[in-house]
């Protein structure tokens, strides 16, 4: 690690802390930090003079002696933009640099490379537009994309979208005047849970999302878990029933072929109820046809999230994206199924919780991929270095 790397970092460590911890004096950022006190009055400084935090005398309270002070993040310095690419919808969400949301928008989305990068460029300057925004003080735009990007930020294959090798980051590169970040829509959500979510204090947790496939966020020892070629995670095609049904992949018997939204709509609909998305579902969940489809999800969800407790040994398994709509149907089943098949030391300490986020971790998790690029962070570092 080079200097400046290790000023970023510091950066970023006491940035995080004070989003969290709000009003913090520089005194309590080095406890929060594990940082010395010349290091947290240098990086206050500095983000100070870059307009990124604001100082205020803290309350005395009746103590004697100088008052402390306390920080703040401005919320002036600027906007993030967070973005949910998928087939059928892009969702779009703004945020100050805290990741407090101002705003969200969504617009049809099209598996047509050029056609989906012009919808999300059209969905953004709607969104700055209600929100009567200039682009200028947008300071990063985060896009999660429900494919296998390699660690260079390159998509190798989008089967729910069929593209194959295509570089988009140069396309939106292109769109937008703003800095743009690519990732895995999974792996971006789990970093938002992980800054923004339910998270924040753990450091071993698998993120379980479902769109219009299902993939998990491996967060492991502190950090995102991406693999040789960056591709981990493809839970959604871990086998859980023998020669079951077709998947998007090829194969049979995947997760993803019982628990993604297209999945339950299209087993429902084999039984002769057409329902458009997973809210109907879930309101109606006493109909005989959709209970009969929910039990088989909420048992592949289980045979899967056995698999990964006992691999990983997580603290959590959160649901997010649209799994986390119907998750309180699934998660009884799985809670039981995990009882009973789960290694018992491993099971006992996973909990199972729904993300709070919900469906909106996909978008936060572009603000998060912004938000890490805007400190000047690749994200894989950025993550591995966080201290809670
Ligand atoms: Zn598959």
Redesign the pocket.
């Given at each position: 690690l080079n200097t400046t790397l290790i000023r970023q970092l510091n950066v970023a460590r006491v940035f995080h802390a004070l989003r969290q911890h709000p009003g913090s004096s520089q005194r309590e950022l080095a406890e929060y930090t594990q940082l010395d006190k010349a290091t947290i009055s240098a990086v206050v400084r500095q983000l100070v003079q870059e307009g990124l935090i604001a100082r205020r005398d803290k309350p005395t309270a009746g103590k004697v002696g100088r008052p402390e002070v306390a920080l703040t993040l401005s919320s002036e310095a600027g906007i993030l933009v967070g973005a949910r690419l998928e087939p059928k919808s892009i969702r779009l969400i703004a945020s100050y640099i805290d990741g407090r949301v101002i705003g969200a928008h969504q617009v049809a989305g099209s598996v047509a490379l050029a056609e989906s990068v012009s919808l999300l460029r059209a969905g953004f300057d709607a969104l700055l537009a209600v929100l009567a925004l200039p682009e200028s003080q947008v300071k990063g735009l985060g896009v999660g994309i429900p494919a296998l990007i390699d660690l260079e930020g390159r998509l190798a294959f989008a089967?729910n979208l069929g593209w194959r090798n295509a570089d988009v980051v140069s396309r939106l590169g292109e769109a937008f005047r703003v800095p743009v970040n690519v990732d895995n829509d999974t792996k971006a959500a789990a970093l938002a849970e992980k800054l923004f979510g339910a998270c924040q204090e753990v450091r071993d947790f698998v993120f379980i999302s479902g769109h219009s496939g299902v993939g998990a966020g491996l967060y492991l020892e502190d950090k995102l878990y991406r693999g040789h070629g960056g591709f981990a995670g493809?839970l959604?095609?871990m086998?859980v029933i023998p020669e079951g049904r077709l998947?998007?992949?090829?194969?049979r018997g995947?997760?993803?072929?019982y628990v993604s939204e297209a999945a339950i709509l299209r087993q429902i609909a084999e039984l002769g109820l057409e329902l458009p998305d997973v809210w109907t579902v879930r309101e109606a969940a006493a109909d005989v046809r959709v209970a009969q489809v929910l039990q088989q999800a909420a048992t592949a969800l289980a045979i899967a999230v056995k698999n990964v407790v006992n691999l990983c040994n997580p603290e959590r398994v959160v649901f997010g994206g649209n799994l986390a709509v119907i998750a309180p149907l699934l998660l009884p089943t799985v809670a039981r199924y995990l009882a009973e098949h789960a290694l018992e030391a491993i099971c006992q300490q996973c909990q199972l919780v729904i993300s709070p986020l919900g469906i909106e971790s996909v978008p936060m998790g572009g603000v998060a991929l912004a938000l890490e690029h805007f400190l000047a962070l690749p994200t894989w570092l950025a993550s591995e270095q966080l201290r809670s």
């Open positions: 089967p493809e959604g095609h086998t998947c998007s992949c090829g194969n995947c997760l993803e072929a």
